[in-house]
């Protein structure tokens, strides 16, 4: 019978967790026989007790374990152990293999925030429950939703986040860009006179590193991140591989490491002579808060 006709989401829920521990507690008791079967069979000890110094368990403990509604293990016992509720959650997730699977796919400061969030809320993919998710600020829940994608993706469960999306009809945007593109569009705060007016009054009050830096990335468009590194490209001995003053680019598709991403890749940057200088009188190594964007 489908458990759908029967309960309410959660408590159909909560009935398959029960019924995969009862299946999983089954296979362990069957497992447990064989192995008894096998050692009276060395020992030549029938029945229940302790033969060649070892204990044997009658299956019929486990497999006849009751469950509650709760799914917390025996009536009037604790609730099950670490090691119950490894056989209904699955193998623990290798955070440092994760952590390589991303690093194929974005840069180290995406994969750190990705690690960040999926660790936070792994428990939706276990569960199947996303309530907590539909809480979470539109903009936020995107990167968690990412995350869990990323890492659904790993653990071979895409179709389990695929029905968990459908389920509780979370989407890949935050349902205001139409509003939020009029409302740029129109807000005289931030046209390009306002960000140009701005920028002078910053370079005049900030010290000649930052103000270099803030100009740097104004005239050739890079991110803070890309600049950093175009930065310490330029001050290495890769700056001749790197700029080409005769066509004048900055050639970032030859650092692919660096510069070439799954999404908002940069492959060359239109600068002259000026712009280089301005580029080399920034320290090698910017601040870290370059990089961050702050």
């Known amino acids: 019978m489908n458990c759908s006709s029967c309960f309410s989401s959660s408590e159909c829920h909560s009935h398959n967790i029960r019924c995969r521990l009862?299946?999983?507690?089954?296979?362990?008791?069957?497992e447990l026989s064989s192995c008894n079967a096998a050692i009276n069979?060395?020992?030549?000890?029938?029945?229940?007790?302790?033969?060649?110094?070892?204990?044997?368990?009658?299956?019929?403990?486990?497999?006849?374990?009751?469950?509650?509604?709760?799914?917390?293990?025996?009536?009037?016992?604790e609730p099950l152990t670490p090691?119950?509720?490894?056989?209904?959650?699955?193998?623990?997730?290798?955070?440092?293999?994760?952590?390589?699977?991303?690093?194929?796919?974005?840069?180290?400061?995406t994969a750190e925030d990705r690690i960040r969030y999926a660790k936070q809320h792994s428990g939706v993919l276990k569960t199947g429950d996303a309530t907590l998710l539909l809480q979470v600020p539109p903009n936020k829940r995107i990167h968690v939703m990412k995350a869990l994608s990323s890492l659904a993706r790993y653990t071979g469960q895409q179709d389990t986040w695929r029905a968990i999306r459908q389920r509780y009809g979370l989407q890949w945007s935050t349902g205001t860009e139409k509003l939020d593109a009029f409302t740029r569009f129109f807000d005289d705060s931030k046209d390009l006179d306002t960000m140009l007016k701005w920028l002078s009054e910053a370079l005049q009050i900030l010290p000649s590193e930052y103000a270099n830096f803030f100009l740097f990335c104004t005239l050739?468009?890079?991110?803070?991140?890309?600049?950093?590194?175009?930065?310490?490209?330029?001050?290495?001995?890769?700056?001749?591989y790197y700029y080409n003053p005769e066509q004048q680019v900055l050639q970032h598709y030859r650092f692919p490491d660096i510069f070439i991403r799954r999404t908002k890749a940069i492959y060359i940057s239109v600068v002259n002579d000026e712009i280089i200088d301005?580029?080399?009188?920034?320290?090698?190594?910017?601040p870290k808060r370059f990089e961050n964007g702050k």
């Open 278 to 286: 301005i580029a080399r009188k920034i320290d090698k190594n910017p």
């Open 83 to 109: 090691a119950m509720s490894r056989l209904l959650d699955g193998p623990p997730i290798d955070w440092q293999q994760f952590q390589k699977f991303l690093l194929q796919r974005m840069t180290p400061k």
């Open 22 to 30: 009862k299946k999983k507690l089954r296979l362990l008791g069957e």
């Open 41 to 77: 069979e060395r020992s030549g000890c029938n029945g229940w007790g302790r033969g060649d110094s070892l204990v044997r368990i009658p299956p019929s403990s486990i497999s006849n374990i009751e469950i509650e509604n709760n799914g917390m293990g025996r009536k009037g016992f």
């Open 220 to 240: 050739t468009g890079m991110r803070a991140s890309e600049a950093v590194e175009a930065v310490r490209l330029l001050h290495s001995s890769s700056s001749t």
